[in-house]
């Protein structure tokens, strides 16, 4: 069977630990999988994120809260809610190098628009105050449900996980994606428009999602999916 992959998860600032985003959920959806999960603390440069990345066999950006507009080239937004610079500068440069590597990427909610941004694209600072005809997108609901549905592009790896074009996701978000990259393609949308998945093209393996798959019950076989084909990638 061989060595099980070890990967990486990003470890949110202390104060969002306290408050609602578990790494447990991550740790236990990557053993699950078949992997060794490893949380990463932020790094401060280039040279500790190359170091950072050199002994796991892939990456997963964990959920957490909203880019600090500094790094998004724009002026904060109504709406915008609590940043943690020191989480940004580190997650970017850790997606920065693993793009550059082609190493598997696994992006969650926060992540996939941390995904978007280091490969040049734009996000949303604020749903509700930048697309009006939005439906909630963070969901009163506790995590463990599913909120609304999203549809599914075909030619995606996305697709070739779930092997469905239409499925119920939880919602806990209020940034996301607002223009894919270059070299990306949107392979999910909710029913408002809202880019519910990214992925790059002709990659290994580097998916985002803004939904949150770890915290859906153990029977969710489209969450059990996309962990398994990530730790698939990583083998």
Known sequence: MGRRPVIGITAAHYSEELKTYPRALYV?????????????????????SLEA????????LSGGGDISPVYLKEDPLQGIGAC???RDLSELLLTDYALQKNLPLLAICRGI?????????????????QYLES???KQTAPRQNTWHRIDLRKDSLLFTLVKETNIEVNS????????VPPGFLQNAAATDGIIEGIEKIEAKFCL???WHPESLP???KNSCAIFSGFIGACR
Not at 116 to 127: E, F, M, N, S, W
Not at 172 to 179: N, S
């Open 28 to 48: 236990d959806s990557i053993r699950k999988a078949g992997g060794i999960p490893v949380i990463l603390p932020p790094v401060r440069s280039k040279e500790e």
């Open 53 to 60: 990345l050199d002994f796991v066999d892939g990456l997963l």
């Open 84 to 86: 943690f610079p020191e």
């Open 113 to 129: 628009q941390v995904l978007a941004v280091a490969a040049g694209g734009k996000i949303y600072q604020d749903i509700p105050g």
């Open 135 to 137: 439906i909630q997108h």
């Open 172 to 179: 806990l978000h209020h940034q996301a994606v607002k223009e």
């Open 208 to 210: 985002g999602v803004q």
């Open 218 to 220: 153990e029977t969710d």
